[in-house]
């Protein structure tokens, strides 16, 4: 497990930069976000997910607003009964679809029951159809932002898992910092060679999170291959 010490003198070591200078300090923070903000974008990481039963609705009113932890929302459940824990209560699936939708066959916010879909608004707002016709309780579920490495939280998912793509992300950064972007740069292949790098990597993460969820060949947790492609007959 690598964590933030050991990240600092990897970036130390690789950059052949004082740690304890002053400039390298202040722009350690933009290093690390411009890697986690471009890995948590590009990769669907299942740990990144998590679960909100916070919200409930009241009646004949289809507006709900979800916590403004949520980065995307990959799917909504109405929890019956009302006033149910959420860990024995029945999970009813809404079904996403566009406001135009909602609006056109529930555009009375008196027409109530039990919801069936739903539609974005914005970020964290979302509209019901058809309004609900009691104080239901949503259970959302979608990605976060984790909290960011730093001298107080000194581990994280990418350090542990992913070091090698979360420094590949980390050098493309410092090439800029260190400005190499130009080619009249001590180095100009530095930054091309770094990204090079990254999707290399990136490719490899990517398939290991399809085979978490039982997304690889033929809807399996194992790795790819040519010979095992096409599903049992």
């Known amino acids: 497990m690598v964590d933030y010490t050991t990240y600092v003198a990897d970036l130390d070591n690789m950059i052949a930069m004082d740690a304890t200078d002053t400039t390298f300090q202040e722009i350690i923070p933009a290093i690390i976000n411009y890697a986690e903000m471009r890995i948590y974008r590009e990769l669907d990481l299942i740990s990144t997910i998590f679960r909100d039963t916070s919200v409930s609705l009241t009646t004949a009113n289809p507006n709900a607003t979800l916590p403004s932890t949520f980065v995307t929302v ?40 039990l919801p069936t879909m739903y539609a974005m608004v914005d970020q964290w707002k979302l509209i019901l159809g058809p309004s609900p016709d009691n104080f239901y309780t949503l259970e959302a579920y979608g990605t976060q932002r984790p909290a960011p490495l730093s001298a107080s939280n000194t581990t994280t998912f990418l350090t542990t898992y992913l070091y090698d793509l979360f420094i590949a992300a980390s050098m493309v950064f410092v090439s800029g910092y260190m400005r190499n972007f130009s080619s009249s740069g001590s180095d100009p292949q530095m930054p091309i060679n770094w990204e090079q790098q990254y999707q290399a990597l990136k490719g490899s993460a990517a398939i290991e999170e399809l085979r978490k969820k039982s997304w690889s060949d033929s809807w399996t947790a194992f790795s790819p291959t040519p010979l095992a492609q096409p599903p049992r007959g």
Do not use: M
């Open 74 to 113: 990959q799917g909504i459940n109405v929890l019956t009964p009302i006033a149910t824990d959420p860990r024995t209560a029945v999970r009813n699936p809404l079904v996403p679809t566009s406001k135009e939708v909602i609006y056109a066959l529930w555009g009375n916010p008196n027409s109530t029951g």
